[in-house]
């Protein structure tokens, strides 16, 4: 009994020392659950608005030479890369009918020339006149529309860019030849009706082509189509590029419209996280000790910032350090810098 009161004593400050270090071991558990983390706050900068779209370089005037009907191609006088006037001509079609008119227009003229002395003497009547002179004007314009599906002009001053056919070929659906002028270029390109009273014409823009990378070239919006789509609500816009003998249709252009200025949120680029497998945004804010997870819609980059058109409001907390370690409502602790 004696050695009995001896142990006791030992067995309650076994205890004792075992509860108190489970209550330092749980301490230091949720101490470690705590996650150490740097903050920013969103705030409001002034921020200018540039869209930026994508567009193909087109010709402002294309001219596609084709016959009225189909037929032979006698001859292509020219190659890709001339340069043509106004009123050239281009391609002569088979014109063994235009030969047979012209004989026929030159006997009627000797007709009607005979004839005149003729109704001098009394020797034929003027209706035989009249008749005669109608058969020269209906020939003479069948001969014009001949002329015009045989000998194609160029319409305008340009540069033969495509010729599909040779010599001896039949006039099928593609054009024999296409002409453009280089010197007026445009891009189109479609934007949200959001910005249609913003948008107007004669409104400066940029353009980059990716064959001269980040060179940056101007233009002006020539056009704002009057309708909105309302399958896309967006509309057209028609912009006029300076093209300094350098940009050629065809090229793929980035258009960018600068709509002014606003107020918007911005935060550390250091700030956002873009998801694995798509093209979501995040960031992490805090709020009363705690992380939370939320999704953001990012705008314009701008140098070490990104712009935040939704998802947060200026004033909050987002971390800028430590994100790889957190989740959604994870305890955080802000470290000041």
Do not use: W
Request: hydrophobic fraction near 40%; include cysteine.
């Amino acid at each position: 009994m004696k050695n009995l009161f001896k142990v006791l004593p030992l067995l309650g400050l076994g205890i004792l020392i075992s509860c108190g270090g489970k209550k330092q071991e749980t301490e230091a558990t949720e101490a470690d659950a705590v996650v150490k983390v740097k903050t920013t706050t969103a705030r409001l900068q002034s921020v200018n608005q540039i869209s930026t779209y994508t567009a193909n370089v087109e010709s402002d005037i294309v001219n596609q030479i084709t016959p009225a009907m189909p037929g032979r191609i006698e001859k292509i006088y020219v190659e890709i890369g001339d340069r043509v006037t106004a009123g050239q001509l281009l391609v002569q079609m088979e014109s063994s009918n235009l030969q047979q008119q012209s004989t026929q227009l030159a006997n009627l003229e000797k007709d009607y020339e005979r004839y005149t002395q003729l109704l001098e003497v009394g020797g034929v009547s003027q209706q035989t006149l009249d008749q005669v002179k109608t058969q020269i004007d209906v020939l003479k314009a069948a001969i014009k529309n001949i002329k015009e599906n045989t000998q194609l002009l160029s319409p305008i001053d340009g540069v033969v860019t495509a010729r599909n056919y040779d010599n001896g070929n039949v006039f099928a659906q593609l054009p024999i030849l296409t002409v453009q002028q280089l010197s007026r270029l445009k891009a189109v390109i479609n934007v949200s009706e959001a910005l249609f009273a913003k948008v107007k014409v004669g409104m400066p823009v940029t353009l980059k082509m990716d064959v001269y990378g980040d060179e940056e070239f101007t233009g002006k919006v020539s056009l704002v189509y009057p309708a909105i789509d309302a399958a896309t609500h967006t509309f057209g816009i028609k912009v006029a590029i300076n093209p300094n003998n350098r940009i050629r249709p065809g090229m793929y252009a980035r258009v960018s419209l600068n709509l002014g200025t606003s107020q918007s949120i911005v935060v550390p680029d250091m700030a956002v996280i873009k998801q694995s497998g798509s093209n979501d945004r995040n960031v992490f804010t805090v709020k009363d000790g705690h992380a939370k997870f939320q999704k953001v819609e990012v705008g314009q980059r701008l140098g070490d910032q990104y712009e935040i058109v939704s998802g947060i409001v200026s004033g909050q907390e987002v971390v800028t350090a430590g994100q790889t370690r957190l989740l959604d409502g994870i305890a955080v602790e802000v470290i000041k810098n």
